[in-house]
């Protein structure tokens, strides 16, 4: 396989990842970003935590979610649990932002 054609099957893999997302977060109520994953939930409880030499960490949990990954052959997944000492970031969806303007334009008042 050359690189052109592994390329080429990254490009359509991360094609097919983005339609499979738009697809499904509607069914989500929260993003939630950590420094390796990026994911889709409807529960997610963010607790942090300080080790013993007072370092902060954080430890993510996270039911029925999906998953921004597209090496894994499952992205919907049960339960996430996460612990990392970088950032998280927890937004909820606003389910107006997904909803299509009239007659499919921005700004649009009819």
């Not at 950590?34 to 007072?54: A, C, I, K, W």
């Amino acid at each position: 396989m050359s690189s052109e054609d592994l390329e080429k099957y990254e490009a359509e893999m991360e094609l097919q990842l983005y339609r499979e997302y738009r697809d499904v977060v509607g069914l989500f109520s929260y993003v939630v970003e950590t420094e390796r994953r990026f994911y889709l939930t409807n529960h997610v409880d963010l607790q942090p935590r300080s080790t013993e030499n007072g370092e902060m960490y954080f430890e993510v949990t996270m039911e029925d979610a999906w998953v921004w990954d597209m090496y894994r052959p499952a992205r919907f997944v049960r339960n996430v649990r996460v612990v990392t000492f970088k950032d998280v970031n927890v937004e909820e969806i606003t389910k107006s932002d997904l909803e299509v303007p009239a007659a499919g334009k921005p700004g649009s008042s009819s």
